[in-house]
């Protein structure tokens, strides 16, 4: 079982940014690809970026270029840092692991999730 918690949301401007953290505990998180995903109101939750263990990324095509997602094995933590934020950006962010070596953007092939961190990008 791992554990994930998020922090870090909040409401910015548009143009803003925002650092986001994931907290893993309860298995060994450097065995573990990671991803963070977003869900808006009245959508289905959607691939952001993930991070494998060799520390290859991935990205959505919407947020390239203005995302980053990097993570620290030595503190269990992946982070998401999301600069020249949008409106569209607004929606509740999730993280997610999956053991293994293969990033994926489907969100049912993930098998564990947080709890969720709400970010609000006003215009």
């Known amino acids: 079982q791992v554990h994930l918690v998020e922090s870090g949301g909040g409401l910015v401007q548009a143009g803003g940014s925002l650092r986001l953290s994931c907290a893993a505990s309860g298995r060994t998180f450097s065995d573990y690809v990671m991803a963070w995903f977003r869900q808006a109101p009245g959508k289905e939750r959607a691939f952001v970026a993930s991070?494998?263990?060799?520390?290859?990324?991935y990205y959505a095509d919407s947020v390239k270029g203005r995302f980053t997602i990097s993570r620290v094995n030595a503190n269990n933590t992946v982070y998401l840092h999301m600069n020249s934020l949008k409106p569209e950006d607004t929606a509740v962010y999730y993280c997610?692991?999956?053991?293994?070596?293969?990033?994926?953007?489907?969100?049912?092939?993930?098998?564990?999730w947080g709890q969720g961190t709400q970010v609000t990008v006003s215009s």
């Open positions: 997610a692991s999956r053991r293994g070596t293969h990033q994926t953007m489907d969100a049912p092939r993930w098998d564990y």
């Open positions: 991070i494998t263990l060799s520390r290859g990324t």
